[in-house]
């Protein structure tokens, strides 16, 4: 069989091509940086930066979700939605591409969408006769609607993100199972509610009282009537948290269906799998709940290292809380080829912090080899994602990867590479990279 050229091999097994370039020299000369340069279409101004068996990044993800070809997502089509990218249909899943949240506060066209279960049939009453019981370890037991809720609580109105937690997924190795999530797994809504602890104080509290469980109305994919699609729980002390709500509105309207309407919970920086959607029940406990979603390897992380690729049962891991440090650039789409000459490019993203705040954020166009430090917007109240945004130069015209990290509070900084991998693939928040080419 004739031996493929390097340029071949690029086009059709890019993984392969990147190992006969490097060779075992570690260094990228000659033909084999011609090869790659016209496998990219451009020149590499910074290939010398270039680490060793690094495999561009036009290569290693898809561009966009408005790619064509083979190297396209697919996509959602649904109502009132930008097209996102379509993770999964049973259950319904898309993400949102980084450049589309390019929005201080994520608009209803820009969410991302994580269901569970089957979609429930909306609500076909008035929406304040919405029902939402709170009991357990309580002194007086609640059934509120949700007029009710809202007359009784004071209102507020705050930004809050809210992210899977299965957010960057894809950046595992070996792929752990779930939807393999890009950086999209993340929205920044405004949203209006009440606080579930004032909520919890009015029903009282018992001595015992240590965590909650939540329920919703969604079925299970099964259809089975005993079965529920998702049921987790928290800590007390994040139910008492002032920006854990139960929420009724997002950005100034009645929260869309799709979104978990009438009301749902909204525990900002933890994984989103807390935020129950189309909310009816809050179980206030004495130990950890043990609903769907809760034990073994779900929404839990290793507390010691465990070999990547092997099976686990999850009886050493932890509940996974507060989100890691994260950050995404929105300015510039994965992928874009912008006009020959462009010397400057002014770049903005987000990025935040699970219970934390984001001190920091660089960026690097020579593959690591130096950084700049980028303008960080303060947060526009506690729990809010951060803006930023900076100024970088391009020497000259070629291939760029704009690669992005943020560093939180307490100083930890994205690693260069996913860390801590687990079976079902949370915590992945390795500096992340943006292919962008010029002339």
Not at 86 to 94: F, H, S
Not at 104 to 115: L, V
Not at 121 to 150: C, F, K, M, Y
Not at 396 to 418: F, K, L, N, V
């Amino acid at each position: 069989m004739a031996e493929r050229s390097i340029q071949e091999l690029y086009r059709d097994d890019p993984e392969r091509a990147d190992a006969v370039a490097f060779g075992r020299r570690g260094a990228l000369k000659g033909a084999a940086l011609t090869a790659m340069g016209a496998a990219l279409g451009a020149a590499i101004p910074f290939a010398r930066h270039m680490p060793e068996g690094h495999l561009p990044a036009l290569f290693a993800r898809p561009a966009s979700a408005q790619g064509s070809g083979g190297n396209a997502p697919p996509v959602l089509r649904f109502e009132g939605k930008a097209d996102l990218i379509l993770q999964g249909d049973r259950p319904l899943v898309a993400e949102t591409p980084e450049h589309m949240l390019d929005e201080p506060i994520t608009s209803y066209r820009h969410f991302f969408i994580r269901n569970n279960g089957q979609i429930p049939e909306q609500h076909t009453g008035d929406a304040d006769s919405w029902r939402i019981t709170v009991d357990g370890e309580v002194n007086s037991p609640l059934n509120l609607t949700l007029g009710e809720l809202r007359s009784r609580f004071e209102n507020v109105t705050m930004q809050l993100q809210m992210e899977c937690g299965g957010n960057g997924r894809a950046h595992f190795a070996p792929q752990t199972r779930g939807n393999q999530w890009g950086n999209g797994a993340i929205s920044n809504g405004q949203w209006t509610g009440v606080r579930l602890r004032d909520v919890l104080r009015a029903a009282g509290l018992k001595p015992g009282a240590a965590h909650t469980g939540h329920f919703g109305a969604d079925p299970h994919l099964s259809g089975a009537a005993d079965r529920a699609a998702i049921s987790r729980g928290m800590r007390l002390a994040k139910a008492m948290d002032d920006d854990t709500l139960i929420v009724f509105q997002l950005n100034g309207q009645p929260i869309p269906h799709i979104h978990g309407a009438p009301a749902r919970l909204l525990v900002p920086g933890w994984p989103g799998s807390l935020s129950q959607k189309w909310l009816t029940r809050i179980a206030v406990l004495d130990k950890p709940h043990t609903g769907a979603g809760m034990g073994g390897t779900s929404y839990r992380l290793p507390v010691t290292p465990i070999v990547p690729g092997s099976s686990n049962d999850g009886r050493s891991f932890t509940d996974m809380e507060s989100m890691p440090v994260r950050s995404i650039l929105s300015s510039h789409a994965h992928g874009s080829r912008l006009p020959a000459g462009t010397r400057e490019l002014e770049l903005r993203g987000a990025a935040w912090a699970g219970d934390l705040w984001v001190s920091s954020v660089h960026v690097s166009t020579d593959f690591g080899a130096s950084w700049q430090r980028m303008e960080v917007a303060a947060p526009a109240n506690r729990h809010a994602w951060q803006r930023w945004q900076g100024r970088i130069a391009l020497p000259r015209d070629g291939y760029y990867e704009i690669w992005y990290r943020a560093t939180d509070s307490e100083g930890r900084m994205q690693p260069h590479a996913a860390a801590n991998w687990n079976p079902q693939g949370y915590g992945a928040n390795p500096i992340s990279r943006a292919a962008i080419l010029v002339g």
